[in-house]
């Protein structure tokens, strides 16, 4: 037997369907707000950002090494210049003496060395530190711009998830007031196909903007008014109102 229901329940459909669709908007809003896709950008831009930062601060703290073992050879270089100093001072055989000055002649020089190569490496060590903090700072503005998207986000999705919970209470109070099994139809339409109830218009169906057949158009004039009549094209509920041309 043919599911029944008064004119005015069958039109409260089109009232519940509005809600759905306003819903079904509102949540796909909020997981296509545009922040979403620009934090997703902004986190490989940031995880880039920080696989070069490790490098960076790898190759400085290869230049730091280089550098304390320099400092390590400067200090026995310069012992040892101190030792034979000591020595050339105390000692008075001439063979002694030729021989520290000779040693002393190339420590002073292997001393120098050093230093010119602790300077470039110093040098080095300072541009290798100006390209970690330049990294460093780029990697705190996009931090921030990530904090800006973050808070427009949670802004955004607060504003939508107080409207959802305003339209989904105006959806409860207005279901309360449907019959049980003309809602479980619509319900199980809806779930079904998306769409739970379509107005007809001028002999159309406005859910899937098909205009019936003459045929089909004869049928629901020769049904009764409580008749629920299914929509062909859209598997919803086809409400008839004086605006169906019938």
Same mark, same amino acid.
């Given at each position: 037997?043919?599911?029944?229901?008064?004119?005015?329940?069958?039109? +409260?459909?089109? #009232?519940?369907?509005?809600f759905?669709?306003?819903?079904?908007?509102?949540?796909?809003?909020?997981?296509?707000?545009?922040?979403?896709?620009?934090?997703?950008?902004?986190?490989k831009? %940031? #995880?880039?950002?920080?696989?070069?930062?490790?490098?960076?601060?790898?190759?400085?703290?290869?230049?730091?090494?280089?550098?304390?073992?320099?400092?390590?050879?400067?200090?026995?270089?310069?012992? %040892?210049?101190?030792? @034979?100093?000591?020595?050339? #001072?105390?000692?008075?055989?001439?063979k002694?003496?030729?021989?520290?000055?000779?040693e002393?002649?190339?420590?002073?020089? %292997?001393?120098?060395?050093?230093? @010119?190569?602790?300077?470039?490496?110093?040098?080095?060590l300072?541009?290798?530190?100006?390209?970690? #903090?330049? +990294?460093?700072?780029?990697?705190g503005?996009l931090?921030?711009?990530?904090?800006d998207?973050?808070a427009? %986000? @949670?802004?955004?999705?607060?504003?939508?998830?107080?409207?959802?919970?305003?339209?989904?209470?105006?959806?409860?109070?207005?279901q309360a007031?449907?019959?049980? @099994?003309?809602?479980?139809?619509?319900e199980?339409?809806r779930?079904r196909y998306?769409?739970?109830?379509?107005?007809?218009?001028?002999?159309?169906s406005?859910?899937?903007?098909?205009?019936? +057949?003459?045929n089909?158009?004869?049928?629901?004039?020769?049904?009764?008014?409580?008749?629920?009549?299914?929509?062909?094209?859209?598997?919803?509920?086809?409400?008839?109102?004086?605006?169906?041309?019938?």
């Open positions: 037997m043919a599911l029944t229901a008064s004119p005015a329940d069958q039109a +409260l459909l089109l #009232d519940l369907q509005a759905d669709t306003k819903i079904s908007q509102l949540e796909h809003r909020a997981k296509k707000l545009p922040e979403h896709e620009q934090l997703a950008e902004l986190k831009h %940031r #995880d880039k950002l920080q696989l070069i930062i490790l490098e960076e601060r790898g190759i400085k703290e290869d230049i730091e090494l280089e550098l304390s073992r320099i400092d390590s050879d400067v200090k026995v270089v310069e012992a %040892r210049i101190a030792r @034979d100093t000591a020595r050339l #001072d105390a000692s008075s055989s001439p002694d003496v030729a021989a520290l000055e000779q002393l002649t190339a420590l002073r020089t %292997r001393l120098s060395n050093l230093e @010119d190569i602790e300077l470039t490496v110093m040098e080095k300072e541009a290798q530190q100006k390209v970690v #903090d330049n +990294l460093l700072e780029q990697g503005n931090t921030a711009q990530a904090a998207l973050e427009s %986000r @949670d802004e955004a999705l607060a504003a939508i998830e107080s409207e959802l919970g305003t339209t989904r209470t105006g959806r409860s109070a207005l007031t449907i019959p049980e @099994d003309l809602l479980a139809l619509y199980r339409q779930e998306g769409v739970g109830a379509s107005l007809l218009r001028g002999g159309v406005l859910a899937s903007g098909v205009k019936l +057949l003459e089909e158009m004869q049928e629901i004039r020769a049904a009764a008014p409580d008749t629920v009549i299914m929509c062909a094209s859209s598997e919803g509920i086809l409400v008839r109102t004086n605006e169906s041309g019938l």
